[in-house]
């Protein structure tokens, strides 16, 4: 049910682009930034009865909304998780305890920084086959890992981070990835050859994976099986994000740097 709810306002916003979509990929970033703040800092407090703070946590949303109206919003955000970085990491609690700094800094870096990326990266020439080329691409990889990993999974790829993930299904990924980067490009005809996106097809997969072991890594860290409980059936919005939050962005700067 989550799916059959999400899905469709995914694909109708990325196909109407603009605003429609920086103010949906912003309302993400906020319940995102909620996740983040809450599994770093108050864990054992119930999602929900964070969510009504989520205005003081709002920086991360605000950063990609304000990415639809100037890139320059991005640079600004970056200051401010430069400056929380500071006080969060200065040997001093003259301004306060010292963790909630970093932990505001790293949420404007992992959740504001990297999601701008996502409506950057749609306001680009044809982004609307790019957006949906990285972001099937990405779904390609949990599902080739998934199902090779199920198949014939045998030896744990990071037992202490992830134990059910295997060599087996990341070479699954690697290649559902490399093959979906590929087919898609052709078929949505984005006017870039083969050869060009070659790099990118090689890079996507593992990237997806690298995102994917951050995300579980920093639950571990956390202590919490999943960020939230906010999407039943899903967890919560880092858990369906981790992968992604990695490959646009790439995607992103491939673009500035080989096509465009």
């Known amino acids: 049910m989550t799916a059959a709810v999400g899905l469709p306002i995914l694909v109708a916003v990325t196909w109407i682009g603009g605003w429609p979509f920086a103010l949906v990929a912003a309302a993400v970033a906020l319940l995102a930034s909620a996740e983040f703040v809450h599994g770093w800092l108050i864990p054992s407090m119930p999602i929900r009865q964070v969510l009504p703070q989520a ?3 709002a920086a991360a949303g605000m950063m990609v909304a304000g990415a639809q109206a100037d890139e320059r919003f991005v640079w600004v955000g970056g200051a401010f998780a430069l400056l929380f970085a500071a006080l969060g990491y200065t040997r001093t609690n003259a301004f306060g305890p010292r963790k909630p700094y970093r932990v505001h ?3 404007l870096v992992y959740v504001g920084l990297l999601m701008s990326a996502f409506v950057l990266l749609r306001n680009e020439a044809q982004g609307r086959d790019w957006f949906l080329l990285g972001v099937l691409a ?5 599902t080739g890992a998934y199902a090779v990993g199920r198949l014939i999974g045998r030896h744990k790829m990071a037992p202490r981070i992830s134990p059910k993930k295997t060599w087996e299904g990341a070479a699954g990924g690697l290649v559902a990835g490399f093959a979906a980067v590929t087919l898609l490009n052709s ?3 984005t006017g870039v050859s083969t050869a060009t996106m070659l790099p990118f097809a090689i890079l ?3 990237l997806a994976i690298v995102g994917d072991l951050v995300e579980s890594g920093m639950k571990r860290r956390m202590g919490v099986k999943d960020a939230s409980g906010l999407l039943p059936g899903h967890g919560g919005f880092l858990d369906r994000l981790d992968s992604l939050l990695f ?4 995607l992103y700067v491939f673009l500035q740097l080989r096509v465009l």
């Not at 990405?138 to 949990?142: G, Y």
């Not at 490959?247 to 790439?250: E, F, R, T």
């Open 187 to 189: 078929a949505l005809d």
């Open 55 to 57: 205005p003081m946590f």
């Open 247 to 250: 490959v646009l962005p790439a």
């Open 204 to 206: 996507a997969p593992l």
């Open 138 to 142: 990405t779904f390609a990889v949990d």
């Open 105 to 107: 800094a790293w949420c």
